[in-house]
């Protein structure tokens, strides 16, 4: 237990979030058992001991954080280990990358039947169902998704701002004041493009070559996240890999699901579930028309940010096709966001919307349009940047 209290004590002391994440006040920490999940690289681990910084004292020892990948718990249970951290005044366990551990969702129930007063929060994958998956934790678990970088959260980085999140409906009706404010204090559009480029995943930050750094973190989410999480065999890895590349490099459209099980010699039932993986790993996004949802195929297969496009194929991309990936990944999280038709790229919420280039010739009255390139909109055109703000 002393080894893990000086580890604690080291990576809280060394942690330092150069951006403080809206998740941060999002969750009701007073929950008994708490599960951030999150894609590979966006900063669970950080967001963690951030959290055990601004919260407890070191010094107290009733926070402790712990990694599953510590070997020591392949020898001892995690129950166990909670009971003895419990025993020494121990009040909120952090475990990271639970998933790791052997029957992982009976241990964590077990250290909350066992331990009564105890907090526990727990960060795993995206590909993790933490309910739908794990009955024993239905009812229990309050479940939460760490993102990348907004936008927002990218520009106050840069730019040493604390700029303040908006709602939609706050963007819809009175874009043209935020930006007036925004504008004022920073340039926007001098940050964009890098934000398209490299500014959703944290580790950005990093001194080492981002586009590598992200290849290998895709990797890791195709090998490690799919393969273990959903017990697929190591010698289909190539076949996954393959259907991803193959998505990654066709424009947003619907999947031709025979021509895709062809290439990948498997069939089209196992096509439609590699495809669900990989939008559980948040390495692509499925867009559906209204109404309907998996196992259907969708009206459009898109990369999940626009990270992912400048690290696969960053000389066959289409501009329009970064900035729509840019909007539906903005407004993914917390609206529904489904196929438009004939004047509209994505309905949202019910609402039409069309991403655009330049400005549109003609106005559709029911339709708000989101152009990329200027720095305050008007009416309905509202600047495609703005929408960067919704967390």
Not at 87 to 109: H, N, Y
Not at 218 to 247: A, G, H, T
């Amino acid at each position: 237990m002393e080894t893990f209290f000086r580890t604690h004590a080291y990576l809280v002391e060394h942690t330092d979030l150069p951006v403080r994440r809206a998740l941060m006040d999002e969750i009701d920490w007073r929950q008994p058992l708490i599960g951030i999940k999150g894609t590979r690289g966006v900063g669970k681990t950080s967001f963690l001991l951030q959290y055990a910084k601004e919260r407890f004292d070191v010094r107290t020892r009733k926070c402790l954080y712990v990694n599953m990948n510590n070997f020591y718990f392949q020898g001892r249970g995690l129950a166990d280990f909670a009971r003895e951290f419990r025993q020494q005044g121990g009040e909120v366990l952090l475990i990271d990358q639970v998933f790791k551990q052997p029957d992982w969702s009976r241990e964590v129930r077990r250290c909350h039947d066992e331990n009564p007063g105890l907090r526990i929060v727990f960060t795993g994958s995206s590909v993790m169902r933490l309910k739908e998956e794990n009955p024993e934790l239905n009812g229990l678990v309050s479940s939460y998704n760490l993102r990348g970088f907004s936008f927002r959260e990218f520009l106050n980085l840069k730019t040493g701002s604390h700029l303040p999140a908006y709602t939609l409906a706050d963007i819809l009706y009175h874009h043209e004041e935020i930006a007036d404010s925004i504008l004022r204090q920073v340039a926007p559009l001098e940050h964009f493009q890098s934000y398209l480029h490299h500014g959703f995943y944290p580790f950005f930050l990093e001194r080492r070559n981002f586009s590598e750094n992200l290849l290998k973190t895709m990797n890791m989410m195709l090998e490690v996240d799919i393969l273990l999480i959903k017990q697929i065999e190591l010698k289909y890895l190539s076949r996954l890999k393959k259907l991803f590349y193959l998505l990654a490099v066709e424009r947003p459209s619907a999947p031709n699901v025979s021509h895709l099980a062809q290439e990948i010699d498997t069939s089209r039932a196992t096509v439609m579930n590699y495809i669900k993986y990989l939008s559980d790993a948040r390495l692509i996004n499925l867009i559906y028309p209204p109404g309907e949802a998996f196992p259907k195929k969708p009206a459009r297969v898109m990369m999940h940010n626009s990270n992912l496009m400048y690290a696969i194929y960053p000389n066959r991309m289409e501009q329009t096709d970064v900035f729509e990936t840019a909007f539906q990944n903005a407004l993914w999280a917390y609206h529904d966001v489904r196929a438009g038709d004939r004047h509209a790229t994505f309905l949202v919420d019910g609402r039409r919307f069309r991403v655009v280039a330049s400005h549109p010739r003609r106005i559709q009255p029911d339709v708000s349009y989101a152009l990329a390139g200027i720095e305050r909109g008007h009416g309905q055109v509202i600047p495609l940047w703005l929408f960067g703000f919704l967390y």
